[in-house]
C-alpha cells in the first residue's frame, strides 16, 4: 500500500511539473489558471479520503510559530535578498516608483491565490501528510524524513518549471513550511500565511532591483 502511495504521489508530481513546464516555455495563456487548478483537484481525485476543509482550517498549536517565524522573515529576510540580488545575481539596487509598489502588492495577492494556497494544499497537505505521513523520523533536528522529500520535490518543480537552477533555493523556505505545518497538527492554515508572506516580500522587494 505504501509504494502504491508513493508510485501515485510521484506520479502527480511528475505530471504537475511536467505541465507547468509546457505552459511556461509555450507561455500559455491560461496557465496562472490551470496549474493552481491542478494542484488542488489532482490530488482529491485518486484520494476520495482527503478533505480540503480539515486541510486548511485553523488551529491554535500554529499561531505562535506564525508569529514568530513572520517577525523574523520581516526582519533577516530583506538584507538577505539584498546581499542575493547584488552579489548572485549582480542587480542594482534603486528606489521604486510608487506605481512600482502597487503592481508589486497586487502581483503578490495574486500569488496568494495561484500559488501560496494551491502549493500548500498539493505539496504539504497531500504529498507531506498523505503520500508520506509515514515518514515522519526525524533525520535531523526539527526536521522530517517527510519535509526533506517534499522540500526536494518543491524546489525541483521550481527549478525545472522556470528552466533556471537558482530556483532550487525555495527548498529552505519549504522546510519551514513543512516544519509549520507539522507543528500544526497537519493545518496549512498557518504555512499558506507564511507562504503569502515571502512571496509578498519578495514582490515587494523586487521593485527596488
Known amino acids: 500500500m505504501k509504494r502504491k502511495n508513493y508510485l501515485i504521489g510521484f506520479s502527480l508530481w511528475g505530471i504537475i511539473t511536467a505541465a507547468v513546464t ?17 494542484l488542488v483537484l489532482l ?19 500554529g499561531l505562535k510559530l506564525f508569529a514568530f517565524f513572520a517577525l523574523l522573515i520581516l526582519f533577516a529576510y530583506p ?75 518543491f524546489a525541483l518543480t521550481h527549478a525545472i518549471a522556470f528552466m533556471n537552477p537558482l530556483r532550487l533555493n525555495v527548498f529552505f523556505p519549504s522546510l519551514l513550511f513543512g516544519f509549520i505545518v507539522e507543528r500544526s497538527k497537519g493545518s496549512l492554515f498557518y504555512a499558506i500565511l507564511m507562504h503569502a508572506v515571502a512571496n509578498f516580500l519578495a514582490m515587494l522587494l523586487g521593485t527596488f532591483f
Not at 500559455?28 to 489558471?33: A, E, G, I, Q
Not at 484520494?47 to 486548511?56: G, N
Open 22 to 38: 509546457v505552459m511556461n516555455m509555450t507561455r500559455f495563456s491560461y496557465r496562472l489558471f490551470f496549474f493552481p487548478a491542478l
Open 43 to 61: 490530488p482529491f481525485l485518486v484520494d476520495r479520503s482527503l478533505s480540503l476543509y480539515e486541510m486548511v482550517k485553523p488551529t491554535k498549536n
Open 79 to 153: 538584507p538577505l535578498y539584498y546581499g542575493w540580488m547584488t552579489i548572485v545575481e549582480h542587480r542594482i539596487f534603486s528606489l521604486p516608483e510608487m506605481e512600482s509598489i502597487g503592481k508589486a502588492l497586487n502581483k503578490g495577492f495574486l500569488l496568494l491565490l495561484v500559488a501560496s494556497i494551491p502549493e500548500e494544499v498539493f505539496f504539504r497537505g497531500y504529498l507531506q501528510h498523505s503520500v508520506f505521513k509515514n515518514r515522519s523520523k526525524l533525520l535531523i533536528p526539527l526536521i522530517s524524513q517527510r519535509n526533506l522529500i517534499v522540500s526536494a520535490l
